[in-house]
């Protein structure tokens, strides 16, 4: 049961026995696992497929990690496989750790598929997201045969283009032999199915967040091996089907006797075709409600680890505030939303020696891109929702001018637009409420 490291400091030279002597690459790391090993991954940007096969492991994220499949082949970030009891945990390693898998190009972001009737497959996945934006079919394909065991929470599935379905188990049977093994707390947003399976899915699944999807749940087997449907709030679904009939309605199918004290309440998400997943004030679903809280968009209110410095100095020089609602805290160093409902701040010109195509921005020891921008003492104002925004030239520029274009950094969008030279952020702070 050892541990091994992989991060953006490290070099698959290294063995990878501890932090300092990291791999670099998520795969690396992988290669080092026995059955029951776990791998702690640092914050960074990781651009790779992966595969796992034949052991039960552990990955953890320390920070917010992003596994990216920009410009690589088809297929899925992470190919899990076995022909015998086997298991996988995805988890964050602290509170503030985090998964971002985006820009696959593939059937799945996770896929899961064991050779033979006597595989029994163990998932214990939270503290992800799972961005579908390219028309990837499964956020987690949970196997093509054996049984498979799903424990699945605090997570966002989420497709802005193609739709797409969050969980499906598909040729496997998708079951949990008691309620810790159940989907719950997780936020499916604008797919075509949050929940599907072919052959049995007896998982309990509660206490989730179904906000613009065709169908809540696609289970085309009978009715006795349905799972438990309780507690969801479902806002702009359509249908649910059961074995072989569709429900056009939350009280159709709760009189045929599914969704027990389910809901159908707007959750006022901040801005969820930008992936901002939390609510703008108070949802009135509750906080217990769908994956919140959710570290990668969360602000101070609710993640007191989540403070800023946004130029990674002491007295964040050269930055621009020119409409006179941020202040720099005094104490702190942090910039902070302190008049009106809307700041705009304009980073120093930054001369990176030389021509440029920016993929990734971390100007903070630990901390990337995009984020809030907070300070985490309870007095004072707290901006829940920014606009991240990059230019360059091959020529320098005036800090305020409106002549270069600014391009937004959104998790889900390469920034291979952005290139120059001559680079500089624009951010945008809102108050609670405030929308882009």
């Known amino acids: 049961m050892a541990t091994y490291y992989v991060n953006k400091s490290g070099d698959n030279a290294n063995n990878g026995t501890t932090a300092a002597l990291a791999k670099l690459t998520i795969q690396a790391g992988i290669n080092l696992l026995a059955t029951n090993d776990t791998l702690i991954v640092g914050s960074g940007l990781y651009n790779e497929k992966c595969s ?8 953890l994220a320390d920070g917010i990690v992003i596994w990216d499949g920009y410009s690589l082949s088809s297929g899925p970030l992470l190919s899990w496989s076995g022909n015998a009891t086997f298991a996988l945990s995805i988890a964050a390693a602290s509170t503030g750790g985090q998964w971002v898998f985006q820009n696959n190009i593939g059937t799945s972001i996770i896929y899961s598929a064991g050779t033979g009737t006597n595989t029994v497959a163990y998932f214990y996945i939270s503290s992800c997201t799972f961005n579908m934006q390219f028309g990837n079919t499964y956020g987690i394909y949970a196997g093509t045969a054996g049984y498979n065991y799903l424990a699945i929470h605090h997570c966002v599935f989420s497709n802005s283009t193609f739709g797409g379905t969050g969980i499906g188990a598909v040729g496997g049977q998708g079951q949990a032999p008691s309620s810790t093994n159940s989907i719950y707390n997780n936020t499916f947003y604008n797919l075509t199915y949050a929940l599907y399976g072919t052959v049995r899915m007896e998982n309990n699944f509660y206490q989730n967040m179904l906000h613009t999807c065709t169908y809540a749940w696609y289970l085309s087997f009978s009715t006795s091996l349905m799972p438990t449907t309780i507690n969801n709030h479902e806002y702009n679904v359509s249908k649910w089907h059961p074995y072989n009939q569709d429900y056009d309605s939350l009280a159709l199918i709760q009189a045929a006797g599914f969704e027990v004290n389910s809901v159908s309440v707007d959750p006022q998400l901040t801005d969820p075709s930008n992936g901002i997943f939390y609510p703008k004030v108070v949802s009135p679903v509750g906080a217990d409600i769908g994956a919140y809280p959710f570290g990668f968009t969360l602000g101070a209110a609710n993640d007191v680890g989540s403070t800023w410095n946004i130029t990674g100095t002491a007295d964040n020089s050269g ?8 202040t720099k805290n005094g104490t702190t160093g942090f910039f902070e939303l302190t008049n009106g409902n809307v700041a705009v701040l304009y980073s120093p010109i930054y001369d990176l020696g030389n ?3 920016v993929t990734e921005v971390d100007l903070a020891s630990t901390q990337y891109w995009p984020t809030n921008m907070v300070d985490a003492t309870a007095s004072d104002v707290r901006p829940n929702y920014q606009t991240v925004e990059l230019r360059a030239s091959g020529s320098t520029f005036n800090q305020n001018d409106g002549v270069i274009s600014w391009v937004e950094v959104k998790y889900n969008v390469a920034i291979s637009a952005v290139s120059g030279r001559y ?3 624009r951010l945008t702070m809102r108050n609670n409420g405030v929308q882009a």
């Open 319 to 326: 930055w621009y505030n020119p409409d006179g609602n941020a």
């Open 52 to 59: 796992i096969a034949n052991k039960t492991t552990t990955l």
């Open 423 to 425: 680079f500089q952020v």
């Open 355 to 357: 021509s440029v195509t």
